[in-house]
C-alpha cells in the first residue's frame, strides 16, 4: 500500500466481508473505518506496508481480522501514540485511538526502525476465543481466492487445530482445503487417527493436501500432533526456544501413509506456530523479541510480513496456551 487511491478499496473489502460474515451494519462501518485509519497510518507512517482482511474462520462466530503490516520506522511511544488526538504526522489524530476505540480485540507489535503491526477483530462474539488461537491467510499474488486455510474447533474441554494447503493454489485448491474443513468441523472427534482418517476420505475426492493438525488440552502439558506434506509446525517460548514439529512426506487424500501422532511438551507460555509452503523457513524464532507474548493474530501477520515468499498461497495459524 504506497498511495491513498487504495485506501477506498481496502475499505471496500472490509465492509464486504463482514457483510459476507453476517456482521450487522454497525460492526461492518467499524470494519470499514478502522480499516480506513489503518491504511491512512501506513502511507504516513510506514513507508512501506500492506493490509490484510480475513473473516473469521468457519467454526467460529462472524468476525473481520483486519491487519495493518510495515516496515517503516515503527513506533516510539506506543501508549502516546494510542491517546485520542494525537498525531506526529500533522494529520487529525484519529489515527491508533479511532481504532482501539472500534476494535472489539486490539494488538500492536512494533520495533524501532522494523515497523509495526497493527492487528484489529471486529466481531464480539469472536473476539475472545480468536485470542487464544488465530491466524491469516494471502492468496498467491494476482489472485483472489487462497487454497490455503486454518480452523480450530473445541470438544470436551481440548483444542483441535487444522492448517491446510490444497495441491496448487487458488480456486482448485480452496476446494480441496474447504473439504478439508468441512471434514474436520463435522461430528464429533474421537481420536487423532481418526481425524486424519476422516480428511484422507474427504480429500480423496479432491485434489489432495499438504495438513497438519494438533490436539490440545489445558488438563496436559502435552500437544499431540500429526501432519502429512510440506507444512511446518513449532512449539516456540515467549524466549524463541523452540521445538519442531515432525511432519511425513505425501499428500492426504493421496498415497501416503496414514502418520502416526506424536506428543510434544507444552508450557503455560507456549505458543503453537503452523504454516503452509507460502513462508520461507522460520531459522530464528528469537528474531522477533517480544512477540510471542502478544495475541495470536499478532504473531501470524508479523510472521508473514517478514518471510512471506510472495509467489505462493500462504496460511498461519497461532495457538497459545492462554488467551491474549
Request: glycine letters at 12%; aromatic letters at 4%.
Amino acid at each position: 500500500m504506497t498511495d491513498r487511491s487504495q485506501v477506498g478499496f481496502a475499505r471496500r473489502q472490509a465492509e464486504r466481508i463482514a457483510v459476507e460474515s453476517g456482521l450487522s451494519d454497525d460492526d461492518a462501518a467499524r470494519a470499514a473505518l478502522i480499516t480506513v485509519e489503518a491504511a491512512t497510518n501506513i502511507i504516513r507512517h510506514g513507508q512501506a506496508g500492506s493490509i490484510l482482511l480475513n473473516p473469521a474462520p468457519p467454526g467460529a462466530a462472524p468476525a473481520v481480522l483486519i491487519v495493518a503490516a510495515d516496515t517503516g520506522p515503527g513506533i516510539a511511544d506506543l501508549e502516546t501514540a494510542l491517546a485520542d488526538g494525537h498525531s506526529s504526522a500533522g494529520g487529525m489524530g484519529g489515527g491508533l485511538g479511532a481504532i482501539r476505540r472500534m476494535s472489539d480485540w486490539l494488538d500492536i507489535y512494533t520495533r524501532p526502525g522494523r515497523g509495526a503491526v497493527v492487528a484489529a477483530i471486529v466481531g464480539e462474539g469472536a473476539s475472545d476465543s480468536l485470542a487464544r488461537a488465530c491466524g491469516m491467510l494471502a492468496p498467491m499474488p494476482g489472485l483472489t481466492v487462497c487454497g490455503d486455510g486454518w480452523d480450530v474447533r473445541r470438544q470436551d474441554g481440548a483444542l483441535w487445530a487444522l492448517m491446510c494447503d490444497g495441491l496448487g493454489h487458488g480456486e482448485k485448491a480452496a476446494v480441496s482445503t474447504e473439504a478439508a474443513i468441512e471434514a474436520f468441523q463435522r461430528d464429533s472427534l474421537s481420536s487423532m487417527t481418526d481425524l486424519i482418517g476422516r480428511l484422507d476420505a474427504a480429500l480423496r475426492r479432491h485434489r489432495g493436501a499438504a495438513a497438519l493438525v494438533a490436539r490440545l488440552s489445558p488438563d496436559e502439558a502435552k500437544i499431540q500432533a500429526a501432519g502429512v506434506g510440506n507444512i511446518t509446525g513449532a512449539i516456540v517460548d515467549p524466549d524463541g526456544r523452540v521445538q519442531r514439529l515432525v511432519s511425513q512426506g505425501g499428500v492426504i487424500g493421496g498415497e501416503a501413509r496414514a502418520p502416526s501422532p506424536l506428543d510434544y511438551d507444552w508450557g503455560e507460555e507456549s505458543v503453537l506456530v503452523m504454516a503452509t509452503d507460502g513462508l520461507r523457513t522460520v531459522h530464528d524464532f528469537a528474531a522477533w523479541p517480544g512477540l510471542f507474548r502478544h495475541g495470536p493474530l499478532t504473531i501470524a501477520a508479523t510472521i508473514y510480513r517478514d518471510l512471506a515468499r510472495g509467489s505462493d498461497d500462504t496460511g498461519l495459524l497461532a495457538v497459545k496456551a492462554r488467551a491474549a
